[in-house]
């Protein structure tokens, strides 16, 4: 099982320009999410999907979207770049939480930066 | 705003001491886990504990959870150099299934 992989590894952006995030798995775990990770301020959780068809969001969502078509794939799409979102980017997959999320599996994150 | 919060933000022992981080956290949970993160990499997990445990053993780990005062510590015993890294708390958000991570603890050993 490759488990949770992200693409790219890094990218960087000019203000204004929109891209999507790739986080595929193939453990067949329902629960995805994303956070973005900044210096000082741990991770913070941008949307999440407790399945195919099923997204919501976190605690930073603005400016980000996400679906979930498929159970493997949970792609994150930057509409218009700023450079408030220069951060590195974790996708993670778990379980469906029966009473509470079990252990996530984490990506191994994008870099990204924006001019 | 977040949900756990690591205390000390930074910790640095020699090798063969025992590391403590603690967690706290706000609302009502189900679980509490902690998580390391080595510099560059994703997040590992390391140990689960559920909100009716007291204390759950990992191999050198011992993580303790008290719910009355919202508030987890984790224990590395006898540390080693390979234990740097930084230490996270994740705590799910009831009643959603939102599992939100604290802003970690830096560990540094030196050998």
């Known amino acids: 099982n490759a488990g949770v992989t992200q693409t790219p590894k890094f990218q960087v952006l000019k203000t204004g320009q929109s891209m999507t995030l790739q986080c595929a798995q193939d453990m067949n775990h329902e629960y995805m999410s994303w956070y973005r990770q900044d210096p000082g301020m741990g991770l913070r959780l941008i949307h999440y999907?407790?399945?195919?068809?099923?997204?919501d969001q976190g605690e930073v969502p603005n400016g980000y979207n996400v679906s979930r078509s498929t159970t493997e794939d949970f792609p994150l799409r930057l509409l218009s770049a700023a450079p408030s979102q220069t951060s590195v980017y974790f996708c993670?997959?778990?379980?469906?939480?029966?009473?509470?999320?079990?252990?996530?599996?984490f990506g191994p994150g994008t870099r990204l930066t924006v001019l | 705003s977040q949900q756990g919060e690591e205390d000390p933000q930074a910790l640095s022992i020699q090798e063969g001491e025992n590391a403590t981080m603690n967690c706290s956290y706000k609302?009502?949970?189900?679980?509490l886990q902690w998580y390391r993160q080595n510099s560059g990499r994703g997040l590992v997990h390391l140990i689960l504990?559920?909100?009716?445990?007291r204390e759950k053993h990992s191999g050198r780990l011992r993580v303790t959870l008290d719910t009355s005062k919202k508030s987890s510590s984790l224990l590395i015993t006898a540390s080693r150099a390979a234990d740097t890294a930084s230490y996270f708390c994740?705590?799910?958000?009831?009643?959603?299934?939102?599992?939100?991570f604290g802003t970690g603890t830096r560990l540094q050993v030196f050998p």
């Open positions: 504990i559920r909100s009716n445990e």
């Open positions: 999907s407790v399945g195919a068809g099923i997204t």
């Open positions: 609302t009502s949970i189900n679980n």
């Open positions: 994740a705590t799910d958000d009831s009643p959603t299934d939102k599992l939100i």
């Open positions: 993670a997959s778990s379980p469906l939480p029966g009473t509470g999320p079990k252990e996530q599996f």
